[in-house]
């Protein structure tokens, strides 16, 4: 979603650090972006609509500029045009925003009565008012940021210059993330590390309700108008992981690393064999039920776990989209462990969906790939997926993380509840440690990709079925084609489609058909059937190599055959792997897609 960046300091130019780390957060998806710096105490506001490279066509880079505040904005309140783009000024103050603000009507009446005009139709606009309105009563920056956070509702990560504080940078923090990056001579802020990061290793992570004044040598952090004492930590990663390191793109990147994201994730627990599981995952059999909270991949993540879950350890798991799940009943009982996954967590539903869930005195987990983020700082337990930092919109790793560490759950439990025998233990064993080779195998079949999307690049609409796993992992393959690749498809459950949607089945009709599961394969076979006499073309991924084959598929990718709880790792590598080819094959824009954003921090 939308980016902040913002300079203080002596040592560089405010203009170049402010460009540099927008370009950084492009990633997160946006529509507008713009810069605010003091020359010569004089303050510039530059904007443009669409790509970056229209604003740094723009700007002047020569300037000599110590401070600045940066935003890619994706727009929620008004269209992506430069009136309603940030940074905003009111009165004395410029103002970058993250978040949304749920009040901001009523203020902009109160404000519209006190005499302040608004150009845009942002919720932004209107807390410069406010900001501006506090300070003509107290003449003090500090006391009147206070004063807005009590007065604002919602969510906002905030970057502040006032007029009368020419070396001064501010921010405010509340349900948005927001850090400050420390560094010698200069400090920094930002909405996200890849914005600083070649900058400083140094930050500051601020907790929601403070706010703080920052300098080039000092910075001062404050909570309900108390000063705070505050940890400078250190970011795990360095440049070159936000690089593509030779890959045409960022995604392509990470789906090859996934070899390596499966080893770290599940070394830990694996090291010494169920031993180590045992001793580093949380007693799960307290629990009468599981609940999987997420959104978008992360919930596809959660239903595969359900399946594994559910049919190894014999627990039960309900999922819910956490979008829905925080306005609908939730029928929690106490003996409830409430999972939440997210790769960025700061996802805005999910963390509702967690704060809901401790409000109501369960257990929570999370299950998180980034260190530090608000979700793995608020759930009670959190288990790491170590998958590195994630770029590309569509998630591929990130998700695979969290498959991986949700089918060791399932093994977790169902040792301990004397559900697997050491035979089976030995081989999943053993399955983990090939997996990595697999994945590398799967990888490498580029060319049978590129002819399937060269196959399906004409149709509109195209169907993944399965059932019970592989209807989970076809969502997935589902969401993945359409986010990237601008492609309408569905994912079905193969033994649904007979109810109404085999309608739309016509000749060429482009069906990936996914089957892994042994005890259901006749069944999802049948289906298949029923669409390719039906003019479809069947695009069939499997791990069964030699069964009676007699024709109702058009192309078929093999799988390796593996342990039914490491088995969507491999299945779900084709899928990742055709989307790919498709929106390469149509010229998408496969890192940043159109109208998306890597953490969607508002609901
Ligand atoms: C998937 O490719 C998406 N980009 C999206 O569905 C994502 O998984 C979802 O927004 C959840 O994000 P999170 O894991 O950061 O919470």
């Not at 599940?266 to 059999?285: H, Q, R, V, W």
Request: one cysteine or more; proline letters at 2%; glycine letters at 8%.
């Amino acid at each position: 979603m939308c980016g902040i960046v913002g300079y203080v300091g002596s040592n560089k130019n405010s203009v170049h650090v402010l460009i540099d780390g927008l370009k950084k957060l492009e990633y997160r998806g946006y529509d507008s972006a713009g810069i605010a710096y003091l020359e010569n105490n004089k303050l510039n506001i530059i904007k443009s609509v669409g790509e970056l490279k229209k604003l740094e066509s723009k700007v002047n880079f020569g300037v000599s500029s110590n401070i600045g505040l940066g935003h890619t904005r994706w727009a929620t309140h008004g269209i992506a045009d430069e009136v309603n783009s940030h940074p905003h000024k009111v009165g004395k103050f410029t103002i970058v925003h993250n978040g949304i603000v749920e009040n901001y009507n009523e203020l902009r009446s109160k404000l519209k009565s006190e005499g302040y005009g608004f150009k845009s139709e942002t919720d932004t606009e209107v807390v410069a008012a406010l900001l501006d309105s506090i300070y003509k009563t107290n003449n003090d920056v500090l006391k009147s940021i206070r004063k807005m956070t009590d007065i604002l509702d919602g969510s906002y990560a905030l970057g502040i210059m006032c007029e009368d504080d020419n070396d001064t940078l501010y921010v405010a923090k509340n349900k948005s993330p927001l850090i400050i990056g420390v560094g010698e001579g200069d400090n920094y802020i930002a909405s996200d590390v890849p914005a600083i990061l070649d900058k400083t290793k140094k930050y500051i992570a601020l907790e929601d309700g403070c706010y703080a004044k920052i300098t080039s040598s000092e910075i001062n952090l404050y909570k309900d108008g108390i000063k705070k004492d505050f940890n400078v930590e250190e970011f795990k990663y360095d440049a070159s992981d936000i690089s593509k390191k030779g890959y045409e793109h960022f995604m392509l990147k990470e789906m090859h690393e996934q070899p390596e994201v499966f080893r770290r994730t599940t070394n830990p627990y694996l090291e010494s064999g169920i031993d180590s599981l045992i001793a580093k995952m949380p007693d799960f059999t307290k629990y009468g039920k599981i609940r999987i909270v997420a959104c978008g991949s992360a919930t596809h993540a959660g239903l595969v776990g359900k399946q594994m879950i559910e049919k190894f350890a014999n627990a039960e798991v309900q999922v819910d989209t956490a979008s829905e799940f925080r306005y609908c009943k939730q029928f929690l009982k106490e003996d409830e462990l409430v999972i939440v996954v997210s790769q960025s967590g700061e996802t805005a539903d999910t963390l509702e969906a967690l704060n809901i869930a401790k409000k109501n005195g369960n257990d929570t987990l999370g299950i998180i790939n980034e260190k530090g983020s608000t979700i793995a700082r608020e759930a009670k337990m959190v288990l790491y997926t170590e998958a590195g930092k994630e770029i590309a919109v569509a998630t591929t790793k990130a998700y695979s993380a969290q498959v991986a560490l949700l089918s060791l759950i399932a093994l977790n439990l169902s040792y301990k509840k004397d559900l697997v025998d050491k035979k089976e233990i030995k081989e999943i064993l053993e399955d983990a440690n090939k997996l990595p080779g697999y994945i590398e195998s799967l990888l490498n079949k580029e060319e049978d990709y590129k002819k399937i999307a060269e196959d399906i690049k004409d149709y509109n609409d195209i169907f993944f079925i399965g059932r019970g796993i592989d209807y989970a992992l076809a969502m997935e393959g589902s969401l993945k084609l359409k986010e990237i690749s601008y492609t309408h498809s569905e994912a079905y459950a193969a033994g649904e489609l007979k109810h109404g949607t085999i309608s739309l089945i016509d000749e060429g009709t482009p069906v990936v058909a996914i089957v892994t599961d042994d005890n259901i394969a006749p069944k999802t076979i049948s289906n298949i059937k029923e669409v390719k006499s039906r003019g479809a073309n069947v695009i069939y991924i499997t791990n069964k190599k030699d069964e009676n084959e007699d024709g109702f598929y058009d192309k078929k990718i093999v799988v390796p055959k593996v342990n039914y709880l490491l088995q969507p790792l491999l299945t779900v590598i084709p899928l990742q792997m055709v989307a790919y080819e498709l929106a390469k094959l149509k010229g998408c824009s496969i890192d940043k897609p159109k109208n998306l954003a890597k953490s969607v921090t508002v609901e």
